[in-house]
């Protein structure tokens, strides 16, 4: 197979797919000419009807990041997929998008340019490729389909039809345009459904752990066994120390995220707060007892998991969550359900992109 692409390592943020296909957002895709040596892959024609459905139909689609569809002027072309055109402007959308998205991620904001736009365009080939798979498997989807989706839409905005159609006029799209978007991602989730959610088995064992493991993000998360990494504002008294100092947590950071068991060493040599010289574990705490916003972002923590760089009122803070607390399995069953939707989300996540990523390996992409 003909494929000009540079291999896409795997990213933090590279789960776009299964949030894209959850959200209304019209993507500017023409066709190319079909590249010499290409070979089309099979079309799906088999699928099973799985016992539990993957996402709630469009739970999360909005119209608020919606672009406009309308017919624009030959531009410069990014990339090809399988003869399907990317645009400077489909790239340049993405990006503004996913600053948007992620401009309160510390970590991101630290991305150079040039690796923000590698990481949109990877994202949009991947959905290029998501989208071609779709529009193969010939899925029927009703009027009643679409009507079921916007209702839904109204109901998590809370919001009227008038108000909607408001909305989508702002994007500079028409009501029609705007169905058909609903329609193309209702396509695309009854995929997930019904391709890719066959491959993810999740076993009575497999809740518990994650539950054992994602206990703050449950109810009742109270208590923690945490150790932290300390940069105090002492001493800090220009804006060079400054720089210094977040660019030295930064590092600090990414490196313990990389490698939760070097979080002790990491806290000899460079915390300068409580019990550094014990790898900074402070044992068992309050969650209410921390800054609020090492508690927000520990809370959602797994066992093992480590924050990003924190600003307090005193000092930078770097946290991990060496356990949490057992439940009995009463508090368990409470929140049994929960724990299998989000398991079994983030299953189809990474299935998703071991599908795309399979079928990669037989698409003509290339990149200018």
Known sequence: MHNRARNNSSHPRDSFEVARAQR??????????NPKNHTSQESLTSFVTPTRCVLCILLCIFIFTASSAHAELVERIVAIVNGDIITQTDLDNRIEESDEMQSKTPAFKELEKENRRRMALDQL???????????????????????????????QNRMTMQQLRTEVAKKGITWSQYKKNVEREIRKVKFINQVISTEVKIADRDLRDYFDKHRGSFHGGKRVHIAEIVFPFVGVD????????????????REAQANPEAFSRLAKQHSRGPNADKGGDLGMVNISDLPPMVGDMVRRLP???????????????IAKVVAWPKLSAEEFEKVRDTIYDRLHSERISDALKAYIQRAKQHAYIEIR
Request: net charge negative; aromatic share 0%.
């Open 303 to 317: 066992t093992g998991g480590v924050t990003p760089p924190i600003p307090t009122d005193n000092a930078v803070v």
């Open 125 to 155: 080939i991947d959905q290029a490729i998501l989208d071609q798979q779709v529009k193969k498997a010939e899925l029927d989807v009703t009027d009643q389909d679409v009507s079921g989706a916007i209702r839904n839409i109204l109901a």
């Open 238 to 253: 220009s804006e060079e120390e400054a720089i210094a100092l977040r660019d030295r947590a930064i590092a600090v950071a």
């Open 24 to 33: 209304v957002i019209p993507r500017r895709c023409r066709r190319a000419p």
